[in-house]
């Protein structure tokens, strides 16, 4: 069996909001396996690789002040279609329409600032999985 990857980021707003335990507990809950855990500062460096299709956006001064306004969690999770499986946990990207059920759904919501803030960010496929594994777990890898 070839077990798929997803990298997840609990963001500011949801280490802010205590919710890192809360969003950890759905995704071991639906079944998926914790297979690394840190907790991470990005910088616009790390942000400028990890949403490098979004850097040319009008909004992105506002993803960078977002997720730079304090700490994260970053953790991978693996098993099968974990991919699309935690996607679908997460919900849509807009916090106000997501859907009830979903993470974000239910634990986020329009604040009126210019930032998207959504609580969790999930790779959307396996390349960029293991890109951003690389980026946010290459310390620690290094480390071992
Ligand atoms: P996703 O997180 O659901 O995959 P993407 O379109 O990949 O959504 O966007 C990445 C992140 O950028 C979103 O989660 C959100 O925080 C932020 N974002 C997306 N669209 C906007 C926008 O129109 N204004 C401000 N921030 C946005
Ligand atoms: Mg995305």
Same mark, same amino acid.
């Given at each position: 069996m070839n077990s798929e990857r997803i990298l997840i980021l609990i963001k500011p707003d949801g280490v802010r909001r205590n919710l890192t335990g809360e969003v950890l507990r759905r995704i071991e809950a639906k079944g998926y396996t914790l297979e690394n855990i840190r907790m991470a500062e990005a910088t616009p460096q790390i942000l400028a690789e990890h949403y490098s299709e979004l &850097?040319?956006?009008?909004f992105y001064p506002s993803i960078v002040d977002y997720m730079t306004s304090g700490p994260l969690v970053a953790a991978i999770f693996t098993g099968q279609r974990v991919i699309e499986g935690v996607r679908s946990l997460a919900g849509a990207t807009d916090p106000t329409t997501?859907?009830?059920?979903t993470i974000r759904g239910d634990l986020a919501r329009d604040?009126?600032?210019?930032? &998207?803030?959504?609580i969790i960010h999930a790779s959307d496929c396996p390349e960029n999985a293991e890109k951003e594994i690389a980026l946010w777990f290459a310390k620690v890898q290094a480390q071992r």
């Open positions: &850097v040319d956006k009008s997501a859907a009830p059920g604040w009126g600032s210019d930032s &998207v803030e959504n």
